[in-house]
């Protein structure tokens, strides 16, 4: 059969055509040179369109070009093989008169022009590679007796291309380049957070199954997790349910027993397994009537690469119509041809010194980890990535903050204490200094950005109403942003009482209240007002950052409760306060606000003196036990206080009310929760704070600021179901009199907790003490993490290096940075060596279990400066939690070889089983000419390098032997180093 020849060139690529054109002009010249049988790719050229649309998108090729080659390919298989040449000669003359290089002619060549080739071998390799047949193709029955192994899939040409060019926009390309991803499954995907397949890359398994234990069958026990390799002896299909489903039971032998495996419902199998087969099961051993046996485990035929069995094997996220086999699938493509392909921007010096693996390594091993040891390489590697950029960018952010000229508001002290004066208490020693740092911060000339922590009912919005009077007084204007309606009602009503009226400087039309429920004349007003300058406080919620309002001069931001509001609503924030004075308020700040102001890159206050003869909550953890919660409701009633019922689901409000029916009918009641309408939702609140009803039963949208002094009585449905914050918020609704306030944090009963709920309700029944909220952040600060503090995401991996740490670096770069350095350049007195002996130096958990105590101990150690101070520490560490545990002893001894290298001016230290590596600072020494003869002496234990650097030699397997031989070098080294400076 004769064809006509075809408009697309041969075999040379045209200078400047798109990839995905050059990629198309590929498969329709093989397809050519198959003489039309649809063969260039396996399954039929319209299985390209599965990846090939995507890219096209992603080249900006036009859309009617796409539509016509999806057209075309999608009837291709239905044509004759001459109906099928004319079909692509048609298509490509469309092609070439949208995009003219498609129909260039090739410029001649000076090689042989040819379809195939023969490689060095005599193996006769083709010009255009065929894609990777469907994930599903590739683990077809073959029978192992007349089977080849097989090669590792191969993925479609622009894979494996891309994996060379290090393009970062092949990384944004969508995920319908996938094979086997069509636009279904990329919107199942898009779920997870996943749209590119850069998304993919970053997309981490949320835990491992370690299936790399391999045992023979006669020594399989009860409870095992583990992988069996074995040959089918017989395969059965046994109905249930009267026939509506079935098991599909698989006996498999490995010589020393047989094991039953069973698949639930899965009728298809019949067809997959046949006698003889080789198969790899892993999953955990039960067992039925006596015998072992494994239940839907995940299994491969033992020719295909192991990747669902026989290794560490990543369990991901999962959504509708998402498996877990599948999506490990498509990850290994991914990760397999595009983890090298993403650029390593950290420096190899860095990599080098901190003997980190390369980026690449790291991203294929956090997905697929050959072995636990690697697998903590790939969380160090990305940890640490996480911590530099996160110092650079702290360093950016607060310099950017502190380049930017801010408004002085000045305040004289008879204003302030006027302002005192008038106020129905006496602030607090706590308060007053929290004051006095905002008053410094508004008349220090740069934009004040402060977190003021303080717990529930400890002043804090007093202290911020003080801040707005001082911004208002010259003439600027403040906003006040609260997370709900309800709060933001009540912040109206306290700053009506603390700035208006007979006390106050202000008047109650200069005061406004802005929400949702607000009617729509009175927002016009109010937006007018703002603009031109009447208006001088506004509070209100979300509505705040409308595009609608506009300020005629903003001088203060205050946000109450940051937690509750998303990043993106902060990133709006962020907008209206580039030379805006910010000040956030929070009993239990998140663990990124935290990590901030800890690190110094938002300044903060404590308010930690809790009001006068206030008393702090008596808190229970226990199983939900009717008689105990209808005592305690009723025992509220009766000394006339209120109570919250509060549940984590709206859908446990019925049960809620039900039991307050049947066991509590002493007690009246209303429901509220967020799905309720505005109007409907103020009323029960304003109800409830005027004492109409006993009980309030709720969801959490009650942990938010509501001041009932009233109120007294916490009872918590399924405590474990909170976050500890979130705990923490709901108790500090009562005890806001000064009457004993009680909170029961209930669990089901008979229902084991997950460690870390139990960890949650184990912390907060112990900060049963005033002014906690600090401490409480900081425990979740350590169980969390930091979180992204440059992005938008509010997890990180704080716990992959460790709280301190994590800490110490920022530290360490927040003060450069104040004390008006470089990035590189330490002072004097700050500039701390780096060590690496191969050792666990740390205070273990399990040790000091305390957060708080911890992190004083570390601080401690740092500020210790002779042997004697370090071994009284020692010493208490003893006394008060016992023998010291390996890591503890040996962080001492390092504190202590830290403490002599800075006497030697070695920067660096880096020692192995072999010896060790000393740098010194700036190349220097305090008597280099004696070190250079005492290293003369000793040939054989020291070598003084070119670049600077003395070599020390020695055998030091085990990290104590490391370290005593450190410190007799170091001494020796000290020694000479003191003569030189006497």
């Not at 070695?906 to 280099?928: C, E, H, N, Q, Y």
């Amino acid at each position: 059969m004769k064809h006509g020849g075809v408009p697309y060139p041969a075999h040379d690529k045209i200078a400047d055509m798109q990839p995905s054109l050059e990629k198309l002009r590929k498969f329709f010249r093989l397809e050519h040179e198959n003489k039309y049988q649809n063969t260039a790719i396996i399954g039929g050229l319209a299985k390209m369109l599965d990846y090939w649309e995507g890219e096209a998108r992603a080249d900006g090729i036009t859309e009617e070009v796409i539509q016509a080659v999806v057209a075309r390919l999608r009837s291709y298989e239905k044509l004759s093989p001459e109906g099928r040449a004319e079909s692509l000669k048609g298509l490509w003359k469309r092609i070439a008169e949208t995009y003219p290089e498609a129909g260039q002619k090739p410029k001649p060549q000076h090689q042989p022009s040819r379809t195939a080739r023969s490689d060095a071998n005599g193996q006769g390799t083709a010009e255009a590679a065929a894609p990777a047949p469907p994930q599903g193709q590739s683990q077809q029955r073959q029978h192992p007796q007349s089977q080849k192994p097989r090669q590792a899939p191969q993925r479609f040409e622009s894979a494996t291309s891309a994996k060379h060019s290090q393009t970062p926009a092949a990384l944004e390309a969508k995920l319908t380049v996938l094979q086997g991803v069509g636009p279904k499954n990329a919107e199942s995907l898009a779920r997870l957070g996943m749209q590119t397949l850069g998304d993919m890359l970053y997309n981490f398994p949320r835990r491992y199954e370690d299936y790399t234990l391999l045992k023979p069958i006669q020594s399989l026990m009860y409870g095992d997790v583990v992988t069996v390799i074995g040959s089918i002896q017989s395969v059965h299909n046994r109905p249930i349910r009267g026939g509506k489903q079935s098991i599909i039971e698989v006996i498999i032998s490995d010589g020393t027993g047989a094991l039953r495996v069973s698949f639930f419902n899965q009728p298809w199998l019949m067809n997959r397994f046949k006698q003889g087969d080789m198969i790899s099961v892993s999953g955990k051993v039960d067992q039925y009537l006596g015998r072992i046996v494994m239940n839907s485990p995940d299994w491969e035929f033992v020719e295909v690469e192991n990747l669902h069995t026989n290794r560490i094997v990543p369990i991901y996220p999962l959504t509708e119509r998402i498996t877990q086999k599948w999506l490990r699938n498509q990850m290994k493509q991914v990760v397999t041809y595009w983890a090298p392909a993403v650029v390593d921007a950290l420096p190899d010096t860095i990599k080098r010194e901190a003997r980190l693996v390369s980026l690449g390594e790291a991203l294929t091993q956090i997905h697929f980890p050959d072995s636990q040891a690697r697998l903590k390489l790939a969380r160090e590697r990305l940890a640490f990535d996480e911590i530099f950029y996160l110092q650079m960018g702290v360093l950016r952010q607060k310099r950017d903050w502190q380049s930017v000229e801010g408004r002085r508001f000045t305040v004289s002290d008879e204003w302030l204490g006027a302002r005192l004066a008038g106020l129905p208490f006496t602030l607090t020693s706590a308060q007053q200094n929290a004051l006095d740092d905002i008053r410094r911060d508004l008349d220090s000339g740069k934009p004040m950005n402060r977190l003021l922590q303080g717990d529930v009912g400890s002043g804090k919005t007093v202290i911020a109403a003080l801040g707005a009077g001082m911004v208002i007084s010259s003439g600027a204007q403040a906003a006040v942003m609260a997370p709900t309606s309800i709060l933001a009602e009540q912040h109206y009503r306290n700053f009506l009482n603390l700035l208006a009226g007979d006390n106050g400087f202000l008047s109650r039309d200069e005061i406004r209240l802005l929400v949702g429920s607000t009617p729509e004349s009175e927002k016009e007003a109010i937006r007018q007002g703002l603009a031109d300058g009447s208006i001088k406080i506004v509070i209100g919620t979300h509505a705040l950052l409308s595009k609608g309002i506009q300020f005629s001069e903003l001088g203060l931001l205050i946000v109450d409760e940051e937690q509750h509001f998303g990043v993106k609503h902060k990133e709006r924030l962020k907008e209206l306060r580039a030379e805006v004075h910010a000040l956030t308020l929070s009993a239990t700040p998140i663990p990124r606000t935290l990590q901030l102001a800890l690190a110094g890159v938002r300044e903060m206050s404590l308010i930690t003196t809790p009001p006068i003869d206030r008393m702090a909550v008596r808190t229970y953890v226990t199983a939900f036990d009717a008689v105990t919660v209808r005592e305690a409701l009723l025992r509220e009633k009766y000394r006339g206080g209120q109570s919250f019922f509060v549940t984590p689901r709206i859908a446990d409000l019925d049960d809620a009310t039900e039991f307050l029916r049947r066991n509590a009918p002493e007690v009246t009641f209303a429901v509220a929760h967020g799905q309720m309408a505005a109007g409907a939702l103020d009323e029960i609140m304003t109800r409830f704070y005027d004492g109409d009803f006993d009980v309030l039963v709720s969801t959490t949208i009650v942990e938010s600021g509501l001041d009932i002094p009233r109120a007294n009585t916490l009872i918590v449905y399924r405590a474990d179901m909170f976050g500890l914050a979130q705990l923490y918020q709901l108790r500090g609704r009562v005890g806001r009199s000064k009457l004993r306030a009680y909170a029961y944090l209930t669990t089901v009963a008979d229902q084991a907790l997950t460690a870390s709920a139990e960890k949650r309700l184990k912390i907060l029944s112990s900060l049963d003490n005033l002014g906690a909220g600090f401490q409480l952040a900081s425990h979740d600060l350590d169980m969390r993490g930091g979180g992204n503090l440059l992005g938008e995401e509010q997890s990180g991996h704080i716990r992959e290096v460790g709280v301190e740490l994590y800490q110490s670096m920022l530290e360490e770069a927040v003060e450069n940075l104040r004390a008006g350095r470089g990035d590189d350049a330490v002072s004097e007195k700050s500039w701390s060596p780096q060590i690496n002996v191969g050792a666990s130096v740390l205070i273990p958990e399990d040790y000091v279990a305390d957060l708080n105590v911890r992190l004083a101990l570390y601080r401690r150690l740092a500020d210790l400066e002779t042997d004697q101070e370090r071994e009284a520490f020692a010493a208490e560490l003893i006394d008060r939690f016992g023998p010291l545990p390996a890591e503890a002893d040996q962080l001492i001894a390092v504190a202590s070889l830290k403490s002599m290298c800075r006497r030697c001016l070695i920067s660096k230290l880096d020692a192995g089983p072999k010896g060790a590596v000393m740098t010194f600072r700036d190349g220097g020494f305090p008597d280099p000419m004696a070190l250079v003869r005492y290293v003369q002496e000793r040939p054989d234990d020291f070598k003084m390098r070119p670049d600077g650097k003395l070599v020390v030699t020695g055998g030091w397997p085990e990290a104590t032997q490391r370290l005593k031989a450190l410190r007799s070098v170091l001494e020796t080294l000290s020694r000479i180093a003191t003569r030189a400076a006497a």
